[in-house]
Every structure is written in C-alpha cells, then in structure tokens.
C-alpha cells in the first residue's frame, strides 16, 4: 500500500500543488520562477487571442463527438445484437479500427481526405460531387476528426453490446406480454436497463474529450505541411486550419511545452481542473435522475 | 497462468538485455577523446554535404569526435535547452529567433571567445551580422546566408511569347495569369504564379519575403509595429489578395493539397507544374540533382510598382550557430564553431554544395568557390544595400506567428476590414513585445 | 394408427425445405442484415484504402489512381531502409513491457488491500483513487516535466515509465471491483490454513482473477504501445529513444513526404496491435467488457 501512497502524493498530489504555485509565476525552465501574481490569469480572462478558440473547440468537441459517439455506438451494438448469423465476425470488423493507434489512424484519415487526391474526394468526384476541403477547410476540419472519433467506437460499441445481451429477459417478455412494441421496447426496457453504461460512455468521452490533444495535433500537422509542402517547420502549425483544430491541451502543449511560458501553461492547467471536476460532478449528480442500476425500482 | 509467467519473463530478460546493451555502447563511447554533438536543420543530400565537411575537420583534429546530428527545428532546440539535454554546438534556420535566444541566455554569450581569439565580426556583411546578435549581446555566428528570388520557366514563357522576367508586380500578375492553364471543372493544371501564403518557403505566412519588394517596414524607430501604418502592408495583402481570388481560394487550396513536399523531386516548379515562384537561393543546388534538364532562370523579385527603384533588392536572412547554454566542452565547440563560420575553405566547400550565400568576403572570393550563372543572381541581391531582413525583437519569432494567424485568414476572405485588422494586428505585436522586455507572461 | 403417423407427418415436414425457400431466407437474411453489412463496409474501407496507397508507387500516390499498378511490395522493405524502425520498436517495447509489469506489480497488492483486508482509511483511499481516475493528466504534466528536468532524464524513457510502477488508478479500480466478487470463503479457508495476506494473494487471489489481469496486462500494454502525448513531451528532442508513435509522426518530414511509404509504414506499425488481438481475442473482448459492465 506504501508505495502507491507515495507515487499517489509525488505523481498526484504535487503535481497539483504545483500548478497552482506555478500558475502565479512566470517561468520558462532557464531561471527560477519569478512570481507576477494574477498576472497570467489576467492574460488569460481578458487578453489571450486563442483562448476563447480553444475552449469553444473543446466544448464544440464534447458537445459533437460524445453524443454522436454513445449513438453510432449504441445503433452498432442494437444492430449487431439483433443479428443472427455471423456475429462474431462482424463483431471484429467493428472492433478493428478501435485498436489502430490514433497516430497511424490520423495520418491515414488526413491522407484518404486529401481534397485532390485522396480517394474519398475522387471517388466523391465520380459521383458529381465536389468534395469538402475536409482537413483543410476551417468548417470542415472538426467534421472530419468526428469522423475519425467515430471510426474507432469499437471498445464502446463492445461495451454496449455485452450490456444489450445482459439485459434479463423476463423485462423483455413481461412488456411483449403488456401489447409493447418494438419501438417501446427501446424506450423502456433496453435504455433503462443500459442506463450505467450509457453513463459511463458519457463520462469516458468527456474526460477524453477534455483531453484532445493526439488526434488534433498530428492532423494539424500533417495537414498543414500538405498545404505549404514547408520543408522546415518554422510556422506554427498547431490549430490548423485557422485555429479551428486548436483544442484546449493543445493550446495548454503550445505553450508550455513550444514556447515554454510553464507559468502561463499552469494557469491553464489549473482551469481545466476547476472545469473538468465540475463537469464530471455535474454528470454524475444529473445521472441519479435517469440511470437505473439493477435491482433499484424507479 | 505459466505460460503468461514464462512470456512475461522473456519480455522482460528481452527489456533489459537491450537496455544493457545501449548502456554499454555509451559507455564505450566516452572513453576515447571528447565527444561533441552539432545540432542543424539540414537533412537528406544537404545534411550529407555538411557531413563531409565535417568529416574533415574531425581528421584533422584527433582530440575530438564530432557528432552530427540533421532535421533540428526550433521546437526541438528550445525543449533541450529547457530540459538540460543540450549539444555542443547548435544550428538554426529561424535567424528571426536569435533576439529571444540571446535575450535568455539560452544561447551564450560570444564576445569573450571572439575577444580571446581577437576576431572581427566585421568580416561579415552587416544584415548577416543584424540577425547574429540582439541589443549588442552577439550570441550567434552567421553560417551561409539565404537569399530569395524570382525563378522563372523560360520554356514556358517561350510558349507563351513573353520576353524576359517581370520586374514589377503588376507585370507578374499578367504573366501569372497568362501562364496558368486550366482542366476540368476549372481546376488549376498549370499554375502561373502561386501567391497562397503558406505554400513553400517563398510564400511565408509572416510575409517576410515580400516585405523588401514592397518597401514594407515591421517597427518604428520607437519599437511600434507598423503594419497597419505603413501603407505598403495593405498594398502587398490586397495584391496578393486580388490574384487569389482571380484563381479561387478553393482552387488554390486543392492545388496545394495536390502538390509535392518542398524538398521532393517532385517539386511543382521542378516537374512544371509552376510556372514563376519567389524561392530561396537553395533551390539552384536542388534543381541541380533533381531536374537539371530544365529551362529556367533566376532574376530579382519583381518589385511594387510605386516603387521600382527598388527592384534588384530582396528578402535576405540565413542560417545561425551558437553554442547553447549549459554545454560542458565549450572549448571544443568555440573551435569548431570558429572553423565552421571564420574559415574560408568551409564556407566554399559548403556554399558550392548547397549553394547558399558564403557569409564572409573572404570565402565569397575564394578560388575554391564554383561559380554558377543563375546562382550569381543571388549573390548581387544579397550585396543589394536595399535588401532586407526581418527584424529582431525580445519575442524572437514570436510576431511572425501573430502575422500568419492574421493573413491566413485574410486570404480566406474571414478577415473583415484590413485596415481594422491590422490596427488590432499591430495592438498584439505591440503587447507581445512589451511583455517578452518585461520577462512577462506569453 | 393415427398415433404413428402424426411423428411421420412431422418428420416429413422437418426435412430441407426446397431450395426457392431456401433462396428466398438467404435473400431476407441478408437485406436483414443489409445495415450490418454496409456499416462494416464503410469500418474497412479505410484499411483498404491504406493497403492499396501502401503499394503505390510515390507519384501515383498523388494522382487520382484508386488501384496500384504494378503492386510494389518493396515499399515495405523501403520503410525499413528510410526511417530506423527496428529501434522505434525497441524503444516502444522497452516502454510497453516495463510499464506494464510495472503497473501489474503495483496496482495489484493495492487493489487487495482495498478490497479484502479490512482497515482503517480504507474508503478515504478508495475516494482518492476514483478522484486520480477523473483527473485528466494534462493537468499534472507541467509541474511533472519541470520535476523530470531538474532530474536530467528528458529525453529517456524514465518519466514514461518510473511512474507505472507507483500504481495506476485505473487498473487499480477494475481489480478492486473484480477481487470484491471473489466469494470470502476461498480467502477465509486460506486463512484458516495460516496464510499471511500475501500468500493469500499469491496462491489464491491471482488464480482465481486471471480474466481480469489479464484485461489490466493488455490495456496497460495497448495504451502504452499507443501512447502519443507523453513521449512527445519526454522524448522528442531526443532521436535515439522515440516510440513507433513519435516516429511515425515524424516520418513524414524525415525525408521528403512520401505517402506510399507513409501508409505503408502506418500499416506496419497498426499490424502488432491487430495481430496480438487476433491471438488474444477473448481475453481483449472479456476486458472490455469487464471495464464497461464493472465500472
């Protein structure tokens, strides 16, 4: 138990002491922290271009990508639940993609759309349409990372469907009993009794949706070098295309980590904190309202 | 339950056999003379040329082995002097850092070396030595200097019955859209001239190439940015704005996407895809390799046509070097760095091989230098008094990231009013360079 | 009579039905299953996409060409001659390996102790795990990284590792909920044996949650393997010692951006993952499972 207590309080604890001491400094790792008060959150609330950017992205994430997550993945699961023949195999087509690391399957998502020669736009172009700007298009750019999110919903989809075969079966048969159909079958067997999964496929997304960083920075990156062809990487990249791929880790990476102002980096990390806490209390206390676990009759 | 023992067990006989085996290597290592490692930005052929310059030197001298190692970037540089994991010597294309390097301390500090070994700077050209230092602190060397200039395809002009290369800006857009041919769907096949910022280095976002053509001066006497009151900025962004929008934002960005890495032999100028393009003086040593059947020639940039008493001048920066902080042989890496940037017979060598400006007048006439034709082009442009390049400030590069954030999104069309953006443009560089002379917060 | 000749009827009736019925229920099968089979089209096309550009010559990778032709089986061996890969993989073997023994070694005897030996504090520490699970960890890796530099191991595995073996909350938290199914006889009859706590541990517990180590193992090892954000931060300036990840990212302006190369190389570094589940299949979907239905 000891040693776990210590990494508890050197890797947990202090990290998070610190960060809030840092954040009232200002420190780029070359002399000591000089401490400048408010100073940084100041920069932060009223001053910083990109800080509005990165949280209405990240917010736009969570808002899009989770929802649209736990559905697709819950349509995959219904569907292949119902399915009589071949399950299995099925089942590991849509598995598959969730085991790419998200590096190779960013880099392939951002060269398959390529606006001019990726295969989707070409094969788009066959069909008369002209094809988004995908990665390189402000609008596009976040629409194509769901696309990417939702690609790799096999570990959710897995979850769900085990909780779909779960569900008891008398549930199921009392309600035929009762004249239900299909379709309220859905709404009041299936649901409820699926109801902590779906709650913890919300709160797994939002907490990975807070931490967007590996998909965004490696697509921003690549895009932007199809775009200029830079050979050297003096610009910076992250964001592209105009910010619209500048999430908040990746706007808390640019600078503590490229123009290592850890003090201001700090300042933002602790905001994240304060949100993240939040958010997830928030969840789980409006969860009480509609999640059913086993047993309790509502 | 065995069999995951037995498996786990091997991996980790594997993981500790290959730790083992780096630690000895290392080991082995330290114990001849005195390691150095030299950090630069180049790669692929030109990393070979600088190896073998560097071979030589560490011939010559048995008391030092030296390690090098290509593709740095600033990124890459900042995070190892900040993490104390730092080379002996260290190299930059980002001469528009040096102010927040020496600013720092992150680079040292070079005037005792230079004084002990009782070197002039003044065997450098003077821009080379404005990027080298910053509020007198010198703690960079120039290393071959980069040049920009026009290149243009003779055969296609030729074709197109125009004679010789367009010295104003209007011209080049003529030309432009007279080269450019089209395919399906309106698409762009061949373009004349391709003005997106952010395509290849000719085109940087921060506007630093077109900034000399156009007159266009960044900061005050005072240190004020000047970009929304010097008339000259709004002049080259609605230019550039006006022949975008003649090809098609949308266009342009698919021919981008379509096009090659810069540093490809598949280069949209070298395979003839582009018909003119502003480029580095670097580009004549690659077409060299990659293409030399090509019917081309250089010429200075073409020049705003309110001021053609600038034309034969051009956007001139280059390489840096400097020793970082926290370096234990610094007397090894002042000698080759000194060797490197002092020495004539380097800096031809080097310059012949991947033509970039010798930075000394020394080199510049020695007989070891190969001359070129199209490559003397930049040699008169950057001995051009009205050339020019961007300045240094205490946030090192840090303005031209604000720039970019600007005109990307101007090109774009989401950019409202441009005098109004760049008055607030001027607003950040402005609290930008405050903050970075107080020390403060980004 | 009629006694006998219902069971005849019957197995009449239960022979192969003629084969337009049986084409009629294939035909219904499939439109059936006609969503499952677009749906699984759509999840593999990508793949397809990848494995063809992986066999394209460069320049055709550029152009509009959809199939490769001559199909190029070099751009395999070319990846290896490009980038160092072998080391890439070194170093995310070395990271993936240590980290999870690391991780199984020390979040095991935790999630013992606060499942099945009863002491004082016990739901306090359980509180901090759940709240070391909701952190997100971007939050803690500033003050970590300036921890990690005043140390002098920037640009080595050691940040990326040392830390899995204080114990994770994550794993910590699945074994815990998995060892509180454990039914307390197995342990109480330990016990009356005379087995101290570990042994108990040792002989009885790890027996009977293998399912559950061995999901622990395998995600400890899948997020490790795909870890991006951490040995950025740690490794980058640092050649020597970047994972498959970094490197990929990396390979694009290593040389000039080849994307047959580049999508071949993706392949090759998404293949280990896709093969260690082809092996270990039950043991990932069980995992899964467990974590979702548990958790």
Redesign the interface.
């Known amino acids: ?1 000891a ?6 309080s ?3 604890g ?3 002491v ?2 809030v001491y ?1 954040s009232f400094t ?6 000591s922290p ?1 401490w ?1 008060g408010f ?2 959150y100041r ?1 932060l609330f009223e ?3 990109q800080v509005g950017g990165a949280v209405t992205n990240t917010l736009w994430i969570i808002g899009v990508m989770v929802p649209l997550q736990v559905m697709f993945a819950f349509g ?1 699961a219904l ?2 639940a119902r ?4 399950t299995g195999f ?8 969730a ?6 399957a960013t ?3 951002v ?2 759309l ?4 990726g ?1 989707v736009n ?2 788009l172009k066959q069909l008369g349409i ?1 094809g988004p ?1 995908w990665f ?3 609008g596009w750019s976040k629409p194509s990372l769901v696309l990417l999110g939702l ?1 790799g919903v096999g ?2 989809m ?3 469907l ?2 779909i075969l ?1 569900a008891p079966r008398q549930l199921y048969e009392s309600a035929e009993l009762d004249g239900a159909g299909p379709l309220q079958r859905l709404r009041w067997v299936t649901l409820p009794t699926i109801s902590p ?1 779906i709650l ?2 919300v709160v797994i997304g939002v ?1 990975a949706g ?2 967007y ?2 998909q965004a ?2 697509a921003a ?2 895009a ?13 990249n992250l964001g592209y ?3 619209s791929t500048l999430f908040y ?1 990746v706007l ?1 990476y640019q ?12 300042a933002l ?2 905001l ?2 304060v949100v ?2 939040t958010i ?1 209390v928030l969840i789980i206390r409006n969860s009480r309202r509609w999640v059913h676990y086993a047993g309790a009759v509502k | 339950m065995r069999r995951v023992g037995i498996g786990l067990l091997a991996t980790l006989a594997l993981c500790a056999a290959a730790a083992g085996a780096t630690a000895r290597t290392s080991a082995h290592a330290a114990a001849k003379a005195e390691n150095i490692t030299i950090w630069v930005g180049w790669s692929a052929r030109e990393l070979k040329a600088f190896k073998k310059i560097v071979a030589e030197y560490d011939k010559k001298h048995s008391d030092v082995n030296v390690k090098v190692v290509g593709g740095i970037n600033d990124d890459k540089i900042t995070a190892s002097i900040r993490s104390g994991n730092v080379p002996d010597v260290v190299s930059s294309f980002t001469s528009a850092n040096v102010g927040s390097y020496c600013k720092s301390g992150a680079w040292i500090d070079l005037k005792p070396f230079l004084s002990k070994d009782k070197l002039d700077v003044n065997v450098f050209p003077k821009t080379s030595q404005y990027y080298t230092q910053y509020n007198g602190k010198r703690c960079a060397l120039p290393l071959l200097a980069d040049v920009y200039g026009l290149y243009y395809n003779k055969k296609m002009f030729k074709a197109a019955g125009l004679k010789g290369p367009p010295k104003t800006m209007s011209l080049l857009t003529a030309y432009a859209k007279k080269l450019t041919k089209r395919g399906a769907g309106g698409s762009i096949k061949v373009a004349g001239y391709n003005p997106f910022l952010g395509f290849y280095a000719g085109n940087a976002p921060d506007l630093s190439a077109y900034a000399p053509l156009y007159g266009a001066k960044w900061i005050s006497g005072d240190g004020k940015s000047q970009l929304s009151k010097d008339p000259a900025w709004a002049r080259l962004l609605r230019w550039q704005k006006n022949l975008i929008d003649w090809y098609g934002y949308k266009k342009l960005q698919k021919f981008n996407a379509g096009a090659v890495d810069e540093f490809s032999a598949s280069h949209a100028f070298e395979i003839g895809k582009l018909a003119m393009m502003i480029d580095g003086e670097w580009r004549v040593a690659f077409i060299k390799d990659e293409h030399p059947e090509l019917d081309y020639a250089t010429a200075p940039a073409p020049v705003d046509d309110a001021h053609p008493e600038l034309y034969g001048a051009g956007y001139v920066n280059g390489t840096i070097i400097g020793i970082p902080k926290g370096v234990k042989h610094k007397d090894q890496a002042w000698k080759l760095l000194k060797y490197l940037t002092f020495d004539p017979h380097p800096l031809a060598l080097f310059s012949n091989a991947i033509r970039n400006v010798p930075t000394t007048k020394a080199s510049l006439n020695s007989p070891e230098i190969k001359p070129d034709p199209r490559f003397k082009t930049f040699l008169k442009i950057f001995a051009n008094p009205k050339s020019k390049t961007s300045p240094i400030t205490a946030a090192g590069n840090a303005y031209g990231t604000l720039i970019q954030a600007f005109t990307v999104k101007w090109q774009a069309g989401h950019a409202g009013d441009l005098q109004a953006g760049l008055k607030k443009l001027d607003k950040q560089i402005d609290a930008q360079l405050k903050q970075a002379k107080a020390g403060g917060v980004p | 009579m009629s006694s006998a000749s219902v069971p005849v009827a019957a197995a009449l009736v239960r022979r192969r039905p003629p084969s337009s019925v049986r084409r009629r229920r294939f035909l219904l099968a499939v439109a059936d299953h006609s969503l499952l089979i677009t749906a699984s089209l759509m999840f593999l096309a990508p793949f397809v996409f990848i494995m063809l550009t992986a066999l394209m010559t460069n320049s055709q990778a550029l152009s509009s060409h959809l199939w490769p032709s001559p199909f190029r089986w070099q751009n395999f061996v070319d990846v290896f001659h490009q980038a160092p890969i072998w080391r890439w993989a070194l170093n995310t073997m070395i990271y993936a390996c240590l980290a999870t023994l690391g991780v199984l070694l020390s979040s095991i005897p935790v999630a013992y102790a606060l499942s099945r030996i009863k002491w004082r504090g016990r739901n306090f520490a359980f509180g901090l795990v759940l709240i070391a699970l909701m952190l997100p960890p971007v939050v803690s890796v500033v003050p970590l990284y300036v921890m990690w530099a005043k140390l002098h191991l920037v640009g080595t595995l050691a940040p990326l590792i040392i830390p899995n073996w204080f114990g994770d909350a994550f794993s910590i938290f699945l074994l815990r909920q998995f060892f509180l199914t454990i039914p307390e006889e197995y342990l109480d009859a330990a016990r009356v044996d005379g087995c101290g706590e570990l042994r108990i541990l040792v002989t009885v517990v790890l027996r009977l949650a293998k399912p559950a180590i061995a999901a622990v193992a395998l995600f400890s090892f899948l997020y490790t393997f795909n870890d991006f954000f951490l040995p950025l931060l740690y490794t980058r300036e640092n050649p020597d010692w970047w994972p498959l990840q970094i490197g990929l990212s990396e390979f694009r302006s290593l040389h000039q951006v080849q994307w047959n190369l580049t999508m071949a190389a993706t392949l090759l570094v998404m293949a280990p993952v896709i093969i260690v589940f082809f092996l270990a299949q039950r043991a990932f979907v069980e995992g899964v499972t467990l974590t979702g239905v548990k958790g």
């Open positions: 138990m040693p776990w207590l210590i990494g508890f050197v890797f947990f202090y990290p998070l610190m960060s840092l200002h420190y780029d790792l070359l002399s000089k400048i100073a940084n920069y001053d910083d271009p995959v569907m292949l399915a009589r023949h071949g099925f089942r590991t087509i849509f598995y598959l993609p085991l790419a690391p998200p590096v190779a880099l392939a998502f060269y398959l390529n606006p001019a020669t295969p070409i094969i002209e700007l390189q298009s402000p690609w570990n959710i897995i979850i769900f085990a909780a779960d999964v913890f496929s907490i807070l931490q960083f590996t920075y490696v990156n690549v932007a070098g199809q775009a200029s062809q830079a050979g050297d990487q003096t610009v910076n295309p105009e910010g880790p808390l600078h503590g980590f490229k123009f290592f102002n850890m003090g201001y980096a700090s990390s602790v994240l904190l993240a806490f997830t």
